[in-house]
């Protein structure tokens, strides 16, 4: 996998108003890559993904169903 693709599979943190916990998860996640650290960068990426649910309300969340 090429590093051009794994960025196209990083969030978008490009929103009006780009939320700084995201951003820092994102790049956790994005520098555990570069360094071949594969636990450290599923890591951040649950982080990530649990914080944009309960926060943002992705669908598919606990915020999202109501819980």
């Known amino acids: 996998m090429t590093s051009e693709t794994k960025a ?4 978008d943190t490009n929103a009006p108003t780009p939320c700084t916990h995201c951003t820092r998860l994102n790049d956790e996640r994005h520098e555990a890559e570069l360094r071949g650290d594969k636990s450290a960068a599923v890591d951040a990426l649950v982080l990530l993904r649990r914080h944009w649910r309960a ?3 992705a669908p598919g969340g606990e915020a999202a169903q109501g819980g």
């Open 8 to 11: 196209d599979t990083r969030p």
């Open 55 to 57: 926060t943002h309300h």
